[in-house]
Protein backbone atom coordinates (compact mmCIF):
# COMPACT_ATOMS: atom_id res chain seq x y z
CA UNK A 1 0.00 0.00 0.00
CA UNK A 2 1.05 3.95 -0.69
CA UNK A 3 -1.26 5.71 1.93
CA UNK A 4 -2.16 5.06 5.27
CA UNK A 5 -4.54 6.89 7.63
CA UNK A 6 -4.31 7.64 11.75
CA UNK A 7 -7.39 9.21 13.94
CA UNK A 8 -6.34 9.97 17.16
CA UNK A 9 -9.33 11.13 19.49
CA UNK A 10 -9.03 12.59 22.95
CA UNK A 11 -11.05 13.89 25.27
CA UNK A 12 -10.62 17.38 24.43
CA UNK A 13 -9.17 17.38 21.05
CA UNK A 14 -9.23 15.00 17.78
CA UNK A 15 -6.44 14.66 14.93
CA UNK A 16 -6.35 12.66 11.86
CA UNK A 17 -3.23 12.35 9.61
CA UNK A 18 -2.06 11.12 6.19
CA UNK A 19 1.43 9.34 6.03
CA UNK A 20 3.09 7.36 3.26
CA UNK A 21 6.29 5.27 3.65
CA UNK A 22 9.01 8.59 4.56
CA UNK A 23 6.76 9.93 7.31
CA UNK A 24 3.34 11.54 8.03
CA UNK A 25 2.30 13.97 5.19
CA UNK A 26 -0.62 15.93 6.88
CA UNK A 27 -2.42 16.37 10.03
CA UNK A 28 -5.77 18.50 11.04
CA UNK A 29 -6.92 18.79 14.31
CA UNK A 30 -9.69 19.98 15.67
CA UNK A 31 -11.48 20.11 19.22
CA UNK A 32 -13.58 16.49 19.54
CA UNK A 33 -17.39 17.14 18.72
CA UNK A 34 -19.58 16.16 21.82
CA UNK A 35 -22.72 17.20 20.50
CA UNK A 36 -25.41 15.45 18.33
CA UNK A 37 -25.80 11.64 17.81
CA UNK A 38 -23.31 8.89 19.54
CA UNK A 39 -22.26 8.32 15.75
CA UNK A 40 -20.96 12.18 15.70
CA UNK A 41 -17.25 11.46 17.23
CA UNK A 42 -17.00 9.03 14.58
CA UNK A 43 -18.26 10.89 11.79
CA UNK A 44 -15.84 13.89 12.77
CA UNK A 45 -13.24 11.66 12.26
CA UNK A 46 -14.24 10.64 9.02
CA UNK A 47 -14.71 13.77 7.79
CA UNK A 48 -11.20 15.45 9.44
CA UNK A 49 -9.78 12.20 7.33
CA UNK A 50 -11.30 12.96 4.32
CA UNK A 51 -9.83 16.65 4.44
CA UNK A 52 -6.80 15.50 5.22
CA UNK A 53 -6.94 13.03 1.96
CA UNK A 54 -7.75 16.51 -0.20
CA UNK A 55 -4.60 18.10 1.21
CA UNK A 56 -2.58 15.61 0.49
CA UNK A 57 -3.91 14.83 -3.16
CA UNK A 58 -5.48 11.72 -2.70
CA UNK A 59 -9.07 10.21 -2.25
CA UNK A 60 -10.23 8.37 0.99
CA UNK A 61 -9.91 4.97 -1.49
CA UNK A 62 -6.38 5.73 -1.41
CA UNK A 63 -5.76 4.59 2.40
CA UNK A 64 -4.81 0.76 2.84
CA UNK A 65 -5.81 1.03 6.39
CA UNK A 66 -6.20 2.94 9.28
CA UNK A 67 -4.84 3.12 12.15
CA UNK A 68 -6.81 4.61 15.20
CA UNK A 69 -5.85 5.59 18.78
CA UNK A 70 -8.50 6.83 21.64
CA UNK A 71 -8.80 7.82 25.11
CA UNK A 72 -11.11 4.48 26.82
CA UNK A 73 -12.35 2.52 27.93
CA UNK A 74 -13.58 0.32 25.11
CA UNK A 75 -16.62 -2.51 25.43
CA UNK A 76 -17.38 -4.68 22.38
CA UNK A 77 -20.75 -4.52 20.92
CA UNK A 78 -21.26 -7.58 18.12
CA UNK A 79 -17.74 -7.63 18.22
CA UNK A 80 -16.82 -3.58 17.09
CA UNK A 81 -15.15 -1.35 20.25
CA UNK A 82 -17.16 1.17 21.17
CA UNK A 83 -15.50 4.49 23.15
CA UNK A 84 -17.00 4.76 26.80
CA UNK A 85 -14.88 7.53 27.46
CA UNK A 86 -16.43 9.65 30.67
CA UNK A 87 -14.46 13.00 29.17
CA UNK A 88 -17.05 11.85 26.33
CA UNK A 89 -20.10 9.80 26.67
CA UNK A 90 -21.84 12.27 29.12
CA UNK A 91 -24.39 9.42 29.71
CA UNK A 92 -22.10 7.54 31.99
CA UNK A 93 -19.52 8.48 34.95
CA UNK A 94 -20.34 12.04 36.53
CA UNK A 95 -19.53 14.77 34.32
CA UNK A 96 -22.40 17.47 34.37
CA UNK A 97 -20.70 19.67 31.86
CA UNK A 98 -21.42 16.82 29.05
CA UNK A 99 -24.16 17.88 27.05
CA UNK A 100 -25.47 14.83 25.83
CA UNK A 101 -26.63 11.61 26.86
CA UNK A 102 -24.51 8.66 25.33
CA UNK A 103 -23.55 5.68 26.59
CA UNK A 104 -21.01 5.12 23.81
CA UNK A 105 -19.74 6.04 20.64
CA UNK A 106 -19.67 3.13 17.62
CA UNK A 107 -16.42 3.71 16.80
CA UNK A 108 -15.35 0.71 15.20
CA UNK A 109 -18.58 0.27 12.80
CA UNK A 110 -18.85 3.66 11.65
CA UNK A 111 -14.94 2.99 10.39
CA UNK A 112 -15.61 -0.29 8.71
CA UNK A 113 -18.36 1.23 7.06
CA UNK A 114 -15.76 3.16 4.74
CA UNK A 115 -12.65 0.97 5.47
CA UNK A 116 -11.40 -2.99 5.40
CA UNK A 117 -8.45 -2.37 7.56
CA UNK A 118 -8.92 -0.37 10.98
CA UNK A 119 -7.46 -1.04 13.90
CA UNK A 120 -8.45 0.79 17.39
CA UNK A 121 -6.18 1.00 20.50
CA UNK A 122 -5.65 2.92 23.73
CA UNK A 123 -4.33 6.24 23.13
CA UNK A 124 -1.41 5.59 25.30
CA UNK A 125 -0.77 1.65 24.31
CA UNK A 126 -0.13 3.23 21.05
CA UNK A 127 2.14 6.30 22.17
CA UNK A 128 4.26 3.39 24.00
CA UNK A 129 4.24 1.35 20.88
CA UNK A 130 5.03 4.73 18.89
CA UNK A 131 8.25 5.00 21.39
CA UNK A 132 9.00 1.57 21.21
CA UNK A 133 9.52 1.74 17.82
CA UNK A 134 10.82 5.03 17.01
CA UNK A 135 11.60 6.83 20.25
CA UNK A 136 13.09 6.64 23.87
CA UNK A 137 12.13 2.74 24.81
CA UNK A 138 13.74 0.87 21.75
CA UNK A 139 15.42 -2.54 23.50
CA UNK A 140 13.52 -1.75 26.53
CA UNK A 141 11.56 -4.84 27.56
CA UNK A 142 9.67 -3.71 30.82
CA UNK A 143 8.21 0.07 30.29
CA UNK A 144 5.29 2.12 30.16
CA UNK A 145 4.08 5.36 28.80
CA UNK A 146 2.17 7.39 30.93
CA UNK A 147 0.39 10.89 30.11
CA UNK A 148 -0.24 13.16 33.01
CA UNK A 149 -2.50 15.65 31.70
CA UNK A 150 -6.20 16.61 31.42
CA UNK A 151 -6.63 12.65 32.57
CA UNK A 152 -4.01 9.72 33.41
CA UNK A 153 -3.32 6.98 31.61
CA UNK A 154 -0.48 4.31 30.92
CA UNK A 155 0.62 1.98 27.91
CA UNK A 156 2.15 -1.03 29.52
CA UNK A 157 4.99 -3.19 28.19
CA UNK A 158 5.81 -6.50 29.97
CA UNK A 159 8.90 -9.07 28.99
CA UNK A 160 8.38 -7.06 25.46
CA UNK A 161 4.63 -7.52 24.92
CA UNK A 162 2.53 -4.78 24.86
CA UNK A 163 -0.71 -4.94 27.07
CA UNK A 164 -4.04 -5.62 25.62
CA UNK A 165 -6.24 -7.59 28.04
CA UNK A 166 -9.71 -9.13 27.49
CA UNK A 167 -11.20 -5.57 25.45
CA UNK A 168 -8.04 -3.82 25.09
CA UNK A 169 -8.49 -1.46 27.90
CA UNK A 170 -5.31 -2.90 29.65
CA UNK A 171 -3.57 0.47 31.29
CA UNK A 172 -6.80 2.54 32.97
CA UNK A 173 -4.06 2.19 35.91
CA UNK A 174 -5.32 5.82 36.51
CA UNK A 175 -8.47 4.52 37.75
CA UNK A 176 -6.98 2.68 40.21
CA UNK A 177 -7.99 3.95 43.96
CA UNK A 178 -5.37 4.70 46.04
CA UNK A 179 -7.35 6.30 48.90
CA UNK A 180 -10.78 5.83 50.74
CA UNK A 181 -10.46 9.27 52.35
CA UNK A 182 -10.39 11.75 49.57
CA UNK A 183 -14.17 13.85 48.48
CA UNK A 184 -12.29 14.35 44.83
CA UNK A 185 -14.41 12.70 42.31
CA UNK A 186 -12.46 11.47 38.38
CA UNK A 187 -14.78 11.58 35.51
CA UNK A 188 -15.32 7.73 36.10
CA UNK A 189 -17.47 8.09 38.85
CA UNK A 190 -14.43 7.21 41.10
CA UNK A 191 -13.53 9.39 44.61
CA UNK A 192 -9.90 8.81 44.97
CA UNK A 193 -8.41 7.67 42.04
CA UNK A 194 -5.14 8.56 40.43
CA UNK A 195 -6.85 10.82 38.42
CA UNK A 196 -9.05 12.02 40.40
CA UNK A 197 -5.94 13.19 42.94
CA UNK A 198 -3.86 14.67 40.38
CA UNK A 199 -4.96 15.05 36.92
CA UNK A 200 -4.90 18.52 35.09
CA UNK A 201 -8.79 18.50 35.30
CA UNK A 202 -9.50 17.09 38.64
CA UNK A 203 -6.86 19.72 40.00
CA UNK A 204 -9.16 22.15 38.24
CA UNK A 205 -11.96 20.69 40.15
CA UNK A 206 -10.40 21.18 43.35
CA UNK A 207 -8.59 24.42 43.39
CA UNK A 208 -10.39 26.34 41.18
CA UNK A 209 -8.32 27.49 38.77
CA UNK A 210 -6.60 25.90 35.53
CA UNK A 211 -3.89 23.83 35.80
CA UNK A 212 -2.16 26.73 33.69
CA UNK A 213 -2.99 29.28 36.32
CA UNK A 214 -2.18 26.96 39.03
CA UNK A 215 1.21 26.37 37.94
CA UNK A 216 1.66 29.99 37.27
CA UNK A 217 1.06 30.71 40.75
CA UNK A 218 3.43 27.88 41.83
CA UNK A 219 6.05 30.09 39.61
CA UNK A 220 5.22 33.48 41.60
CA UNK A 221 5.36 31.55 44.98
CA UNK A 222 2.39 31.04 45.84
CA UNK A 223 2.54 28.56 48.82
CA UNK A 224 -0.66 27.18 48.52
CA UNK A 225 -0.55 26.35 44.96
CA UNK A 226 2.45 24.94 45.25
CA UNK A 227 1.48 22.62 48.12
CA UNK A 228 -1.41 21.71 46.14
CA UNK A 229 1.15 20.51 43.18
CA UNK A 230 3.39 18.84 45.11
CA UNK A 231 0.14 16.93 46.83
CA UNK A 232 -0.61 15.60 43.11
CA UNK A 233 2.77 14.51 42.19
CA UNK A 234 3.13 12.62 45.52
CA UNK A 235 -0.18 11.07 44.32
CA UNK A 236 0.82 10.79 40.56
CA UNK A 237 4.68 8.62 42.31
CA UNK A 238 2.00 6.36 44.39
CA UNK A 239 0.32 5.15 40.75
CA UNK A 240 3.35 4.31 39.41
CA UNK A 241 4.70 3.17 42.33
CA UNK A 242 1.71 0.50 42.51
CA UNK A 243 2.23 -0.29 38.86
CA UNK A 244 5.96 -0.99 39.65
CA UNK A 245 4.91 -3.37 42.47
CA UNK A 246 2.33 -5.16 40.25
CA UNK A 247 4.28 -5.43 37.11
CA UNK A 248 8.05 -5.00 37.70
CA UNK A 249 8.73 -2.29 35.31
CA UNK A 250 12.18 -0.48 34.63
CA UNK A 251 11.02 2.66 32.30
CA UNK A 252 8.59 5.23 32.49
CA UNK A 253 8.34 7.61 29.61
CA UNK A 254 6.26 10.15 30.97
CA UNK A 255 4.07 12.74 28.19
CA UNK A 256 1.27 14.79 28.64
CA UNK A 257 1.32 18.56 29.24
CA UNK A 258 1.89 18.81 32.80
CA UNK A 259 4.77 16.70 32.90
CA UNK A 260 6.04 18.36 29.25
CA UNK A 261 5.90 21.44 31.29
CA UNK A 262 6.83 21.01 34.35
CA UNK A 263 8.69 17.91 35.05
CA UNK A 264 11.97 18.98 35.36
CA UNK A 265 11.00 19.92 38.94
CA UNK A 266 8.54 17.39 39.62
CA UNK A 267 10.74 14.41 39.23
CA UNK A 268 12.41 14.42 42.30
CA UNK A 269 9.11 14.54 44.14
CA UNK A 270 7.48 11.61 41.37
CA UNK A 271 10.75 9.72 42.22
CA UNK A 272 10.68 9.37 45.63
CA UNK A 273 7.27 9.03 46.43
CA UNK A 274 8.00 5.77 44.13
CA UNK A 275 11.46 4.72 46.14
CA UNK A 276 10.42 5.19 49.47
CA UNK A 277 8.53 1.35 48.70
CA UNK A 278 9.82 -1.93 48.02
CA UNK A 279 13.31 -1.46 47.29
CA UNK A 280 13.61 -4.83 45.17
CA UNK A 281 11.34 -3.82 42.78
CA UNK A 282 11.82 0.15 42.85
CA UNK A 283 15.50 0.18 42.81
CA UNK A 284 16.96 1.71 39.46
CA UNK A 285 13.30 2.49 38.52
CA UNK A 286 13.93 5.44 35.50
CA UNK A 287 11.51 8.28 34.92
CA UNK A 288 12.21 9.40 30.97
CA UNK A 289 11.20 11.92 28.62
CA UNK A 290 9.57 10.89 25.70
CA UNK A 291 11.98 10.95 22.47
CA UNK A 292 8.91 11.63 19.94
CA UNK A 293 7.46 15.00 20.80
CA UNK A 294 3.08 15.83 21.82
CA UNK A 295 2.11 13.82 18.69
CA UNK A 296 3.47 10.57 19.66
CA UNK A 297 -0.16 8.94 19.83
CA UNK A 298 -0.65 10.68 16.42
CA UNK A 299 2.16 8.53 15.47
CA UNK A 300 0.73 5.70 17.20
CA UNK A 301 -2.19 5.22 15.52
CA UNK A 302 0.01 4.99 11.80
CA UNK A 303 2.13 3.01 13.01
CA UNK A 304 -0.85 0.32 14.12
CA UNK A 305 -1.17 -0.46 10.59
CA UNK A 306 1.84 0.84 8.63
CA UNK A 307 3.91 -1.70 6.61
CA UNK A 308 6.98 -3.36 8.35
CA UNK A 309 9.32 -2.23 5.30
CA UNK A 310 8.72 1.61 6.28
CA UNK A 311 9.78 1.24 9.53
CA UNK A 312 13.76 1.86 7.99
CA UNK A 313 12.06 4.96 6.63
CA UNK A 314 10.36 6.11 8.96
CA UNK A 315 13.49 5.76 11.70
CA UNK A 316 15.85 7.21 9.41
CA UNK A 317 14.38 11.18 9.96
CA UNK A 318 12.81 13.53 11.83
CA UNK A 319 9.16 12.26 11.63
CA UNK A 320 7.07 16.01 10.85
CA UNK A 321 9.60 17.54 8.59
CA UNK A 322 7.05 17.28 5.66
CA UNK A 323 3.94 17.54 7.23
CA UNK A 324 1.38 19.98 6.42
CA UNK A 325 -0.29 20.66 10.05
CA UNK A 326 -4.05 22.56 10.04
CA UNK A 327 -5.70 23.55 12.94
CA UNK A 328 -9.38 23.92 12.67
CA UNK A 329 -10.17 24.60 16.57
CA UNK B 1 14.43 -37.43 31.28
CA UNK B 2 12.87 -39.57 33.24
CA UNK B 3 12.54 -37.39 36.96
CA UNK B 4 11.75 -33.94 37.77
CA UNK B 5 12.61 -32.11 41.51
CA UNK B 6 10.12 -29.89 42.30
CA UNK B 7 10.97 -27.13 45.37
CA UNK B 8 8.00 -25.01 46.79
CA UNK B 9 9.75 -21.99 49.36
CA UNK B 10 6.79 -20.52 51.42
CA UNK B 11 6.94 -17.65 54.28
CA UNK B 12 5.71 -21.22 57.00
CA UNK B 13 5.96 -24.41 55.35
CA UNK B 14 8.43 -25.46 52.08
CA UNK B 15 7.65 -28.75 50.25
CA UNK B 16 10.21 -30.96 47.90
CA UNK B 17 8.53 -32.81 45.11
CA UNK B 18 9.73 -35.85 42.63
CA UNK B 19 7.63 -36.28 39.97
CA UNK B 20 7.59 -38.51 37.02
CA UNK B 21 5.68 -38.63 33.21
CA UNK B 22 2.73 -39.90 35.12
CA UNK B 23 2.97 -37.58 38.19
CA UNK B 24 4.24 -36.56 41.15
CA UNK B 25 5.72 -39.79 43.07
CA UNK B 26 6.98 -37.93 46.45
CA UNK B 27 6.25 -34.94 48.47
CA UNK B 28 7.87 -33.95 51.68
CA UNK B 29 7.05 -30.63 53.78
CA UNK B 30 8.46 -28.95 56.81
CA UNK B 31 8.70 -25.86 58.45
CA UNK B 32 10.34 -23.46 56.53
CA UNK B 33 13.74 -22.53 58.20
CA UNK B 34 15.26 -19.35 59.11
CA UNK B 35 18.00 -19.61 61.47
CA UNK B 36 21.90 -20.47 60.35
CA UNK B 37 23.51 -18.78 57.31
CA UNK B 38 22.13 -17.38 54.60
CA UNK B 39 22.53 -20.31 52.83
CA UNK B 40 20.62 -22.19 55.08
CA UNK B 41 16.54 -22.17 53.32
CA UNK B 42 18.49 -23.30 49.83
CA UNK B 43 20.43 -25.81 51.78
CA UNK B 44 17.19 -26.84 53.85
CA UNK B 45 15.36 -27.50 49.76
CA UNK B 46 18.29 -29.55 49.09
CA UNK B 47 18.33 -31.85 51.98
CA UNK B 48 14.52 -32.32 51.89
CA UNK B 49 15.12 -33.03 48.09
CA UNK B 50 17.45 -36.15 48.85
CA UNK B 51 15.32 -37.37 51.67
CA UNK B 52 12.94 -36.90 48.77
CA UNK B 53 14.84 -38.81 46.38
CA UNK B 54 15.52 -41.79 49.11
CA UNK B 55 11.70 -42.05 48.87
CA UNK B 56 11.43 -42.32 45.16
CA UNK B 57 14.39 -44.84 45.14
CA UNK B 58 16.27 -42.91 43.20
CA UNK B 59 19.47 -40.16 43.85
CA UNK B 60 19.96 -36.64 43.07
CA UNK B 61 21.74 -37.27 40.12
CA UNK B 62 18.55 -38.46 38.32
CA UNK B 63 16.80 -35.57 38.49
CA UNK B 64 17.30 -33.53 34.74
CA UNK B 65 15.69 -30.36 36.44
CA UNK B 66 14.36 -28.60 39.30
CA UNK B 67 11.66 -26.73 38.70
CA UNK B 68 11.37 -24.04 42.42
CA UNK B 69 8.54 -21.87 42.98
CA UNK B 70 9.17 -19.26 45.86
CA UNK B 71 7.41 -16.43 47.39
CA UNK B 72 9.28 -13.07 46.72
CA UNK B 73 10.24 -10.81 45.80
CA UNK B 74 13.59 -11.61 43.92
CA UNK B 75 16.54 -9.66 42.93
CA UNK B 76 19.38 -10.88 40.91
CA UNK B 77 23.61 -11.10 42.23
CA UNK B 78 25.32 -11.81 39.44
CA UNK B 79 22.65 -13.23 37.33
CA UNK B 80 21.58 -15.65 39.93
CA UNK B 81 18.01 -15.10 41.71
CA UNK B 82 17.99 -14.07 45.31
CA UNK B 83 15.41 -13.81 47.70
CA UNK B 84 14.95 -10.58 49.90
CA UNK B 85 10.99 -12.10 51.09
CA UNK B 86 10.14 -10.09 54.37
CA UNK B 87 8.84 -13.34 55.65
CA UNK B 88 12.25 -14.99 55.55
CA UNK B 89 14.76 -12.48 55.53
CA UNK B 90 15.17 -10.76 59.30
CA UNK B 91 17.60 -7.77 57.78
CA UNK B 92 15.01 -6.41 55.73
CA UNK B 93 11.52 -5.17 56.17
CA UNK B 94 9.73 -5.13 59.58
CA UNK B 95 9.22 -8.51 61.09
CA UNK B 96 10.95 -8.51 64.52
CA UNK B 97 10.05 -11.83 64.98
CA UNK B 98 12.36 -13.18 62.59
CA UNK B 99 15.91 -14.47 64.32
CA UNK B 100 17.74 -13.62 61.36
CA UNK B 101 20.13 -10.97 60.00
CA UNK B 102 19.20 -12.50 56.19
CA UNK B 103 19.71 -9.44 53.82
CA UNK B 104 18.82 -12.32 50.97
CA UNK B 105 18.93 -15.75 50.62
CA UNK B 106 20.99 -17.01 47.70
CA UNK B 107 18.72 -19.43 46.50
CA UNK B 108 19.48 -20.07 42.24
CA UNK B 109 23.53 -20.07 43.32
CA UNK B 110 23.23 -23.24 45.71
CA UNK B 111 21.03 -25.12 43.39
CA UNK B 112 23.11 -24.03 40.80
CA UNK B 113 25.82 -26.41 42.57
CA UNK B 114 24.06 -29.33 42.29
CA UNK B 115 22.20 -29.39 39.05
CA UNK B 116 22.27 -27.46 35.74
CA UNK B 117 18.31 -27.00 35.16
CA UNK B 118 16.66 -25.14 37.52
CA UNK B 119 13.95 -22.67 36.88
CA UNK B 120 12.80 -20.29 40.06
CA UNK B 121 9.02 -18.29 39.73
CA UNK B 122 7.24 -16.28 41.89
CA UNK B 123 4.95 -19.16 43.76
CA UNK B 124 1.79 -16.95 42.17
CA UNK B 125 3.23 -17.52 38.78
CA UNK B 126 3.66 -21.18 39.15
CA UNK B 127 0.26 -21.28 40.44
CA UNK B 128 -0.95 -19.36 37.70
CA UNK B 129 1.03 -21.85 35.13
CA UNK B 130 -0.16 -24.96 36.98
CA UNK B 131 -3.96 -23.75 36.66
CA UNK B 132 -3.75 -22.47 32.80
CA UNK B 133 -2.21 -26.57 32.16
CA UNK B 134 -4.23 -28.63 34.27
CA UNK B 135 -6.67 -26.53 35.97
CA UNK B 136 -9.11 -24.00 36.25
CA UNK B 137 -7.61 -21.59 33.55
CA UNK B 138 -7.04 -23.24 30.44
CA UNK B 139 -8.33 -21.37 27.41
CA UNK B 140 -8.85 -18.48 30.00
CA UNK B 141 -6.30 -15.29 28.48
CA UNK B 142 -6.51 -13.08 30.59
CA UNK B 143 -6.66 -14.19 34.19
CA UNK B 144 -4.87 -14.03 37.72
CA UNK B 145 -3.83 -16.40 40.74
CA UNK B 146 -4.35 -14.88 43.43
CA UNK B 147 -3.03 -16.15 47.08
CA UNK B 148 -5.70 -14.80 50.27
CA UNK B 149 -3.60 -16.35 53.14
CA UNK B 150 -0.66 -15.75 55.48
CA UNK B 151 0.24 -12.47 52.60
CA UNK B 152 -1.56 -12.05 49.53
CA UNK B 153 0.25 -12.51 45.96
CA UNK B 154 -0.75 -12.76 42.31
CA UNK B 155 0.12 -14.06 39.38
CA UNK B 156 -0.62 -12.20 36.61
CA UNK B 157 -1.54 -13.32 32.55
CA UNK B 158 -2.68 -11.05 30.01
CA UNK B 159 -3.20 -11.69 26.06
CA UNK B 160 -2.37 -15.84 26.81
CA UNK B 161 1.36 -14.83 28.00
CA UNK B 162 2.24 -15.15 32.35
CA UNK B 163 4.16 -11.80 33.36
CA UNK B 164 7.38 -11.82 34.86
CA UNK B 165 8.77 -8.27 34.71
CA UNK B 166 12.51 -7.23 34.82
CA UNK B 167 13.36 -9.36 37.86
CA UNK B 168 10.93 -11.86 37.29
CA UNK B 169 8.73 -9.98 40.07
CA UNK B 170 5.63 -9.16 38.55
CA UNK B 171 2.41 -10.03 40.14
CA UNK B 172 3.59 -8.24 43.88
CA UNK B 173 0.46 -6.95 43.79
CA UNK B 174 -0.34 -7.82 47.23
CA UNK B 175 1.87 -4.68 48.02
CA UNK B 176 0.33 -2.10 46.15
CA UNK B 177 -0.94 0.88 48.63
CA UNK B 178 -4.61 1.18 48.85
CA UNK B 179 -5.10 3.96 51.45
CA UNK B 180 -2.73 6.33 53.07
CA UNK B 181 -4.74 6.77 56.12
CA UNK B 182 -3.74 3.78 57.97
CA UNK B 183 -1.74 2.59 60.61
CA UNK B 184 -1.68 -1.01 59.53
CA UNK B 185 2.11 -1.98 58.53
CA UNK B 186 2.82 -4.41 56.30
CA UNK B 187 6.31 -7.30 57.01
CA UNK B 188 7.51 -5.30 53.37
CA UNK B 189 7.72 -1.66 55.82
CA UNK B 190 4.87 -0.70 53.79
CA UNK B 191 1.44 0.88 55.81
CA UNK B 192 -2.06 0.58 53.64
CA UNK B 193 -0.96 -2.16 51.58
CA UNK B 194 -3.41 -4.78 50.25
CA UNK B 195 -1.25 -7.44 52.74
CA UNK B 196 -1.24 -4.97 55.51
CA UNK B 197 -4.93 -4.42 55.82
CA UNK B 198 -6.06 -7.52 54.34
CA UNK B 199 -3.90 -10.50 54.67
CA UNK B 200 -4.39 -13.32 57.75
CA UNK B 201 -0.15 -12.05 59.04
CA UNK B 202 -1.69 -8.47 59.56
CA UNK B 203 -5.25 -9.77 60.46
CA UNK B 204 -3.52 -11.07 63.07
CA UNK B 205 -1.32 -8.16 63.95
CA UNK B 206 -4.79 -5.67 63.82
CA UNK B 207 -6.86 -7.68 65.88
CA UNK B 208 -4.65 -9.72 68.20
CA UNK B 209 -6.23 -13.25 67.68
CA UNK B 210 -5.26 -15.58 64.91
CA UNK B 211 -6.94 -15.90 61.76
CA UNK B 212 -8.88 -18.96 62.68
CA UNK B 213 -9.38 -17.64 65.87
CA UNK B 214 -11.05 -14.79 64.42
CA UNK B 215 -13.30 -16.65 61.85
CA UNK B 216 -14.69 -19.02 64.30
CA UNK B 217 -15.83 -15.95 66.48
CA UNK B 218 -17.46 -14.55 63.51
CA UNK B 219 -18.86 -18.03 63.19
CA UNK B 220 -20.36 -17.59 66.92
CA UNK B 221 -21.16 -14.26 66.07
CA UNK B 222 -19.29 -12.26 67.18
CA UNK B 223 -20.00 -8.57 65.98
CA UNK B 224 -16.74 -7.23 66.24
CA UNK B 225 -14.90 -10.05 64.41
CA UNK B 226 -17.63 -10.01 61.42
CA UNK B 227 -16.92 -6.42 61.09
CA UNK B 228 -13.57 -6.88 60.56
CA UNK B 229 -13.24 -9.62 58.30
CA UNK B 230 -15.55 -7.83 55.88
CA UNK B 231 -13.52 -4.74 56.09
CA UNK B 232 -10.51 -7.16 55.09
CA UNK B 233 -12.64 -8.59 52.29
CA UNK B 234 -13.42 -4.84 50.99
CA UNK B 235 -9.80 -4.02 51.00
CA UNK B 236 -8.95 -7.21 49.52
CA UNK B 237 -11.48 -6.67 46.87
CA UNK B 238 -10.16 -3.08 46.04
CA UNK B 239 -7.14 -4.74 45.20
CA UNK B 240 -8.30 -7.15 42.81
CA UNK B 241 -10.62 -4.02 41.46
CA UNK B 242 -7.22 -1.96 40.68
CA UNK B 243 -5.47 -5.34 39.16
CA UNK B 244 -8.74 -5.18 37.24
CA UNK B 245 -7.84 -1.57 36.25
CA UNK B 246 -4.49 -1.94 35.45
CA UNK B 247 -4.69 -5.14 33.12
CA UNK B 248 -8.55 -5.80 31.90
CA UNK B 249 -8.36 -8.87 33.20
CA UNK B 250 -11.52 -11.41 33.37
CA UNK B 251 -11.10 -14.26 35.81
CA UNK B 252 -9.65 -14.08 39.33
CA UNK B 253 -9.22 -17.96 40.84
CA UNK B 254 -8.46 -17.25 44.44
CA UNK B 255 -6.57 -19.51 46.28
CA UNK B 256 -4.83 -19.71 49.66
CA UNK B 257 -6.17 -20.56 52.99
CA UNK B 258 -9.06 -17.81 54.39
CA UNK B 259 -10.69 -17.96 50.70
CA UNK B 260 -10.57 -22.04 50.89
CA UNK B 261 -12.02 -21.65 54.53
CA UNK B 262 -14.57 -18.58 53.90
CA UNK B 263 -14.41 -17.64 50.50
CA UNK B 264 -18.22 -18.60 50.00
CA UNK B 265 -19.41 -15.85 52.28
CA UNK B 266 -16.87 -13.54 51.19
CA UNK B 267 -17.14 -13.64 47.88
CA UNK B 268 -20.64 -11.44 47.67
CA UNK B 269 -18.72 -8.63 49.65
CA UNK B 270 -15.49 -8.53 47.56
CA UNK B 271 -17.35 -8.87 44.03
CA UNK B 272 -19.61 -5.97 45.34
CA UNK B 273 -16.26 -3.81 45.96
CA UNK B 274 -14.99 -4.34 42.25
CA UNK B 275 -17.93 -4.02 40.17
CA UNK B 276 -18.71 -0.59 42.60
CA UNK B 277 -16.19 1.05 39.88
CA UNK B 278 -16.09 1.34 36.52
CA UNK B 279 -18.51 -0.82 34.64
CA UNK B 280 -16.85 -0.90 31.37
CA UNK B 281 -13.67 -2.53 33.10
CA UNK B 282 -15.48 -4.88 35.52
CA UNK B 283 -18.40 -5.98 34.33
CA UNK B 284 -18.57 -9.56 33.91
CA UNK B 285 -15.16 -10.45 35.95
CA UNK B 286 -15.45 -13.54 37.38
CA UNK B 287 -13.59 -15.14 41.05
CA UNK B 288 -13.80 -19.20 40.71
CA UNK B 289 -12.13 -21.71 42.79
CA UNK B 290 -8.81 -23.17 42.02
CA UNK B 291 -9.13 -26.24 40.25
CA UNK B 292 -5.78 -27.86 41.36
CA UNK B 293 -6.06 -28.68 45.49
CA UNK B 294 -4.13 -26.93 47.77
CA UNK B 295 -0.69 -27.40 46.61
CA UNK B 296 -1.07 -25.90 43.43
CA UNK B 297 2.01 -24.24 43.74
CA UNK B 298 3.93 -27.65 43.97
CA UNK B 299 2.53 -28.69 40.87
CA UNK B 300 3.54 -25.34 39.58
CA UNK B 301 7.09 -25.87 40.17
CA UNK B 302 7.09 -29.23 38.38
CA UNK B 303 5.44 -28.14 35.44
CA UNK B 304 7.74 -24.96 34.83
CA UNK B 305 10.61 -27.82 34.06
CA UNK B 306 8.54 -30.80 33.02
CA UNK B 307 9.09 -32.31 29.35
CA UNK B 308 6.17 -31.11 26.56
CA UNK B 309 5.34 -34.85 26.29
CA UNK B 310 4.60 -35.52 29.97
CA UNK B 311 1.37 -33.22 29.79
CA UNK B 312 -1.18 -35.43 28.30
CA UNK B 313 -0.14 -38.20 30.77
CA UNK B 314 -0.59 -35.29 33.46
CA UNK B 315 -3.83 -34.61 32.88
CA UNK B 316 -5.41 -37.54 32.14
CA UNK B 317 -5.33 -38.40 35.70
CA UNK B 318 -5.81 -37.32 39.48
CA UNK B 319 -2.56 -36.00 40.44
CA UNK B 320 -1.86 -36.65 43.53
CA UNK B 321 -3.18 -40.26 43.41
CA UNK B 322 0.26 -41.71 43.61
CA UNK B 323 1.89 -40.09 45.82
CA UNK B 324 3.95 -40.34 48.91
CA UNK B 325 3.24 -37.61 51.33
CA UNK B 326 5.61 -36.57 54.67
CA UNK B 327 5.27 -34.19 56.76
CA UNK B 328 8.37 -33.21 58.93
CA UNK B 329 7.12 -30.09 60.48
Redesign the interface.
Known sequence: MQYIGGIDIGGTKMAALIADRDGPLVRISEATVKLGTERAPAEQAMTMLKLACEKAGITLADLGAVGVSSC????RNNGFIEL?APNICGG?GNRGDLLNEWQSVPLEAVLREHFSTVVIQNDCVAALAAERAFGALQNE??CAYVTWSTGIG?G?C??G?L???????????G???????SQAQCG???FG?AESLASGRNLEAQYGRSPADLFNAVKEGDVKAHAAVVHAAKWFG?AL???T??????VFVIGGSIWHHHGDWLEPIVKEEICA??P??TTGVQLIQPALDSHVADIGALYLVMPEAWLIYWRSQSLWQRVAEVDLA
Do not use: E
Not at 72 to 75: A, Q, S
Open positions: GPFVVIDNFLVDRLHGKNGNAGHAHMLLTDQCGNDRYNVATLDLKHMAL
